[in-house]
């Protein structure tokens, strides 16, 4: 992986943990904010200037991809390296969830 990439995409912020997880299937920009909402039961709510911007930039770094023109809507993918990418992130949330249970097991609930 492109050292860059890695520089700037792990760890993931959540909104760009997000898009590539709502870009798995075919998705435009307004329909990302509406599964997010829906997932996060509105807890995080994407603004359309982070979500454009953001869109933008893993466009250019090649984590999604632009597929086609639906009524005036950009719809995207993920692609493989944007998959690459989520899986490395899936993997450090699962390694820091993993910590915290085992720590919880152990009794060291203080230290949580």
């Known amino acids: 992986m492109n050292p860059h990439i890695k520089k700037v995409y ?13 870009l798995k299937s075919p998705n435009h920009g307004y329909g990302i904010v509406q599964k997010v909402e829906k997932l ?9 200037g982070t979500m454009y911007g953001s ?3 893993m466009e250019k770094d090649g984590l999604i991809r632009f597929i086609r023109e639906e009524e ?5 993918q993920i692609t493989d390296l944007g998959t690459e ?4 992130e899936l993997r450090r949330i699962e390694r820091l969830y993993q910590i915290v249970q085992e720590e919880m097991r152990n009794g060291n609930k203080e230290s949580i």
Do not use: N, W
């Open 55 to 57: 869109l933008s930039k």
């Open 10 to 22: 792990t760890p993931m912020t959540e909104t760009a943990f997000y898009i590539l997880f709502c």
């Open 72 to 76: 005036k809507r950009k719809i995207y």
């Open 40 to 48: 996060t039961d509105g807890a995080i709510r994407l603004a359309p």
């Open 85 to 88: 990418v989520l899986q490395i």
